[in-house]
């Protein structure tokens, strides 16, 4: 399937199933009103939960918005094409960790004249290649041949993320290892799982990964070289709101646009909120991230 007919196959099955409340066009706030405030009394937050990046950054703009006064809803999906047709058509308000610059060029293509862009966050994220250190492989040039090694695949994630896109019609092509290796798609947790099941087998495994992203640490993973540039240049990570956001809710988009976050911060959060604390613990997670770094993204109440 190619990027384009499986991002419209995505987009009709998120207008047949996505059912989403908020401040944005399609909301229930009244159009006609000229109170701001009552039009943005809830913020949806639509999120990939297997995507941590946004998970983190979606529990942090939770928090902080509340802190604002806003009644915040928190909207997971599974595939990032539903996502962008809701921001587009205004039943999801913010996407809190979006890769609009290359990653996700496509999808703002086909949705961008619906969207604002309220700035980039994280500068010098990317997409990669890896494998665990111990393997003895440290280019992409090297899977060439070695096919066995890893029973002719490549482990990936979702079907429809931009990294599974540039890995099928860039990469792949680009090495011509299409004839040696199958990409495997299926889920990010299922990647890892499969990852830490090798790794406790010393066996050799190859992943499609991102950066930042928990699992580099956590499983000690080696980004392969790619002399070729096949996975793409460094990109900034950006929060997207639904078109006219920041007329209606010009406090909370003051707000979400001036986060910056250097690696450290950024690092500090995913950890906590993945590894640290875990599943159904992000708000606790992001409280202790606050205590560390209070002044990165300050509420003034008053």
């Known amino acids: 399937m190619t990027k384009r007919t499986l991002i419209g196959a995505l987009a009709l099955g998120a ?101 604002e862009d309220l700035g980039a966050y994280y500068d010098d994220a990317k997409l990669t290649i890896a494998v665990p250190s111990y393997v003895d492989i440290d280019s992409i040039e090297d899977l060439a041949g070695n096919a066995d090694r890893f029973g002719g695949r490549i482990v990936g994630i979702e079907p429809g993320a931009g990294l599974t896109a540039q890995t ?42 991102w950066r930042p992203f928990w699992a580099n640490d956590t499983f000690d993973l080696k980004d392969l070289d790619d002399p070729k540039g096949a996975m793409g240049e460094p990109e900034s990570l950006h929060f997207l709101a639904t078109a006219g956001f920041s007329e209606r809710c010009g406090e909370a988009a003051d707000l979400i646009g001036g986060i910056r976050l250097d690696d450290e911060q950024y690092g500090t959060l995913e950890d906590l909120v ?17 205590e560390q770094y209070p002044d990165v993204v300050a509420v003034d109440n008053s």
């Open 15 to 115: 207008s047949a199933t996505i059912a989403l409340t908020g401040c944005g066009a399609n909301g229930d706030a009244d159009a006609g009103s000229t109170d701001a405030a009552a039009e943005c009394s809830t913020i949806t937050l639509g999120f990939l939960p297997s995507w941590t990046d946004g998970l983190s950054t979606a529990y942090l703009l939770e928090n902080r918005l509340k802190a604002l006064g806003y009644t915040v809803e928190m909207q997971t999906l599974t595939e990032a094409g539903p996502l962008y047709t809701g921001l587009a058509q205004g039943d999801v308000d913010i996407y809190p960790s979006a890769w609009p610059e290359l990653t996700h060029a496509s999808y703002m293509e086909t949705y961008g004249d619906s969207i």
């Open 168 to 209: 099928q019609e860039s990469m792949i092509p680009a090495y011509d290892l299409g004839d040696e290796y199958d990409l495997i798609t299926s889920s990010t947790a299922a990647m890892t799982t499969e990852l830490a099941t090798a790794i406790a087998a010393e066996e050799d495994i190859v992943v499609t990964s």
């Open 274 to 290: 993945v590894n640290e604390y875990g599943e159904g613990r992000e708000t606790e997670a992001v409280e202790a991230w606050l």
